[in-house]
């Protein structure tokens, strides 16, 4: 299957400061990737949709100018998150699509952010 | 948008016994429904998928069932091991790549031996 790498894989912050994950597709192009954030004990709930050479799409209630959302390559995809405070702790996770449908999602190992 | 509902929360089945993990779909439009296994600390992984032109889908140890009529879907291990313990999460999306998918709010499933 695909393989989608996530870099740092944790990492732990003051508050006020920012933080940059990225999201690299390794052998596939991925025109599309999707950012999820996962709070403890709880599911995957999808923040917004990266795209290449435009504009992310947010979904209801994430604030897009605390979550920078840069794609700005067919297999890179950033997500900065600007003056984090402890309640943006959580662990964030990629995926992109592949596959000939473009259905299936392949997602990173996740990015665990501490903010103290 | 989709709500996607998963159950049970918690499941503990004995070494060797099945399991199966029960999901629903509210939006009619959604086509493609993967599952996904969790362990502590790591990213989903892909374990089965199925589309909305299919009934039933296995792969060895593991199935999937559909029911479009009833939008809902199933997830059928056998022959549990150890190993299968973990987080199962089932979604529901358009499919296409252009959406993400919703997820149900996740199974753990514990292996007994």
């Known amino acids: 299957g695909a393989v989608v790498s996530q870099h740092p894989s944790r990492v732990i912050c003051k508050s006020g400061t920012s933080v940059k994950i990225e999201c690299r597709s390794l052998d596939f192009q991925a025109t599309t990737m999707f950012w999820y954030r996962q709070f403890p004990k709880q599911s995957l709930m999808l923040m917004a949709t990266?795209?290449?050479?435009?504009?992310?799409?947010?979904e209801q209630g994430v604030e897009k100018d605390k979550f920078l959302i840069n794609h700005a390559s067919l297999t890179l995809s950033t997500l900065t998150v600007t003056s984090a405070h402890p309640e943006d702790s959580s662990f964030y996770i990629c995926?992109?699509?592949?596959?000939?449908?473009?259905?299936?999602?392949?997602f990173g190992p996740g990015t665990r952010l501490l903010v103290l | 948008g989709e709500n996607v509902e998963q159950h049970p929360s918690t499941l503990s089945v004995q070494e060797g016994d099945s399991a199966v993990i029960k999901c629903t779909y509210s939006d009619s439009a959604s086509n493609y429904f993967p599952w996904y296994k969790q362990e502590l600390g790591k990213g989903p992984q892909l374990i089965i998928d199925i589309r909305s032109n299919v009934g039933e889908k296995k792969d060895q140890r593991i199935a999937v069932t559909l029911n479009k009529t009833a939008k809902h879907f199933s997830l059928h291990i056998t022959e549990t091991q150890p190993e299968d313990s973990a987080v199962y999460f089932c979604?529901?999306?358009w499919g296409g790549g252009a959406d993400g998918l919703t997820f149900g709010k996740g199974t753990h499933l514990i292996i007994q031996p």
């Open positions: 979604a529901a999306v």
């Open positions: 990266s795209n290449e050479g435009s504009k992310a799409t947010y």
């Open positions: 995926s992109a699509p592949s596959g000939g449908r473009q259905e299936t999602q392949y």
